[in-house]
């Protein structure tokens, strides 16, 4: 899986205790991914509304796909955040919008902060039944030490 770079607004929010990464069922936030073509500014850009996501429709809906949290938890120190399946977008009745970025953000709180950003590292076009898959089933999404 490619690398997730963290916005700096998300440090933050984190250490201000805005943002919950814990499980849903230990009251996390909800996180969700959504695909765009914008290219991060990781020092500037704060919220979803600073991206612009692709076109619905398509086999893609406004808004993406919802993260299932596996586990918070610490080791000698490091703190490890697990997902637990991987996405899939299929393009259906037409080419989905074309994209290169996979954007986290944080649906819970007000004006959705972002997260991270995953770079697939060239453009992806979709044509009608095509799958793209994010890989992030069962991996530790992000670490802190």
Not at 15 to 29: V, Y
Not at 62 to 69: N, R
Not at 101 to 110: C, E, Q
């Amino acid at each position: 899986m490619p690398t997730l770079q963290i916005f700096n607004s998300f440090r933050l929010k984190l250490a201000k205790g805005i943002i919950n990464l814990d499980t849903a069922a230990n009251g996390g936030d909800t996180f969700k991914v959504f695909l765009s073509a914008t290219t991060p500014n990781l020092s500037t850009h704060d919220e979803k509304g600073d991206i612009t996501e692709i076109a619905n429709g398509n086999g893609y809906t406004t808004g993406g796909q919802s993260l299932t949290i596996t586990s918070l938890s610490e080791s000698a120190g490091v703190v490890s955040w697990v997902i637990t399946s991987d996405l899939t977008w299929t393009a259906s009745g037409g080419t989905m919008a074309s994209f290169r970025y996979a954007y986290i953000y944080d649906d819970t709180i007000s004006g959705d902060p972002l997260v991270g950003v995953i770079d697939h590292g060239s453009t992806v076009s979709l044509s009608s039944g095509t799958p793209y898959i994010l890989r992030t089933g069962g991996v530790t999404l992000l670490t802190v030490d």
